[in-house]
């Protein structure tokens, strides 16, 4: 059946997902997927209120041109913050205490423990890759709705998802994420191979290597909360990119401490269980029963971890979005 969300959003949506709650990948809008009769007709056909897109907007102090858009957000700019940030972010640590929220988190853990299970079957094949992908860019579509849920004022994780299309919904986001990731690596890999064929000692290759990558994942927090609102074509504003975080930038190093705290905290978490003389044990001879125990361990920890991460690069665009040269509308 077709349903119509009353941001204008189309989907088409199985028989039996009528009665399920879902979110509206458009508007964010929690809504119950109707029944197929006459009452699904009504809603279907109810007048709706299409919302005009908003541009990104101009900086505070406007140049003589209009700044074009870095593209319309998912998700309108959040105005509704009730905690102060320390208390947002003590609460992302925390989150899965609330009841709604761990499912999303069991379901990102499976997702992430299949696509490693399917990645340890000694045979390749486009079945295999394909599944492999798909899973992974569930995975990233999760992550990234994570950022957009939060950055729009929503405490609770993202709920049953409506796919409208695999491209759009899984290989897209998928596609987004390592392109963000491999362009902030692309310039550190270039030196390196430019340093070394103009006969540069590997110490230096190396430094100038380390350097540029230190400096691509200082800025990947900001890439992925550009791309959850707006896409990958708002890469192309890194001028407007580096202005947000020159504009809050000891906000900006907070995020940066917080997600290396989350990982920390996942090193703490599994180190003790997969180091010393246990890690003797766990990996001399480790049984079928043993390598999925320890897949399972490592996806849960790093659901976690991702989770945290994505909701702090949220709660920033949240708490400190009036300081930005730009809005996500």
């Known amino acids: 059946m077709n349903f119509t969300c009353t941001c204008g959003k189309q989907y088409r949506l199985p028989d039996d997902a009528a009665g399920k709650r879902a ?20 809603a279907s056909t109810a007048p709706r209120a ?50 709604a929220n761990i499912g999303p988190l069991i379901g990102c853990a499976v997702l992430l423990f299949l696509s490693g299970v399917v990645g340890m079957i000694p045979i390749f094949g486009l079945l295999k890759m394909v599944a492999q992908l798909f899973l992974e860019g569930c995975v990233v579509a999760f992550f990234m709705d994570v950022v957009r849920t939060t950055a729009g004022g929503d405490d609770e994780l993202p709920t049953t998802e409506i796919w409208g299309g695999y491209w759009e919904n899984v290989f897209k986001p998928l596609f987004e994420f390592v392109g963000a990731t491999a362009l902030l690596m692309l310039p550190a890999i270039i030196v390196v191979i ?11 290759a190396k430094l100038w290597g380390w350097s540029l990558a230190a400096a691509g994942a200082f800025l990947w927090p900001m890439a992925i909360l550009a791309i959850s609102l707006g896409g990958l074509s708002t890469l192309l504003r890194v001028d407007l ?80 979005s009036e300081r930005f040269p730009w809005t996500a509308g």
């Open 50 to 99: 299409i919302p005009a897109t908003r541009p990104i907007a101009q900086p505070a102090d406007p140049p003589a041109a209009p700044v074009p858009s870095l593209s319309s957000a998912q998700r309108s700019r959040a105005g509704r913050v009730q905690r102060n940030f320390w208390l947002d972010a003590l609460y992302s640590f925390t989150i899965f205490s609330k009841p």
């Open 241 to 320: 990119l580096i202005l947000t975080i020159l504009k809050t930038l000891p906000a900006y190093l907070t995020v940066l401490a917080l997600m290396a705290g989350a990982v920390t905290l996942g090193v703490l978490i599994v180190g003790p269980m997969f180091g010393g003389s246990a890690a003797d044990s766990w990996f001399e001879q480790p049984s079928f029963g043993t390598i999925l125990a320890m897949q399972a361990f490592f996806s849960a920890a790093g659901a976690y971890v991702s989770i945290v991460c994505m909701r702090t690069i949220g709660l920033y665009y949240r708490h400190f």
């Open 23 to 42: 979110r509206c990948k458009a508007c964010g809008e929690v809504f119950t997927v109707p029944s197929p009769d006459a009452e699904y007709e009504a």
């Open 194 to 204: 430019w340093k070394q064929s103009a006969g540069a000692t590997p110490e230096e």
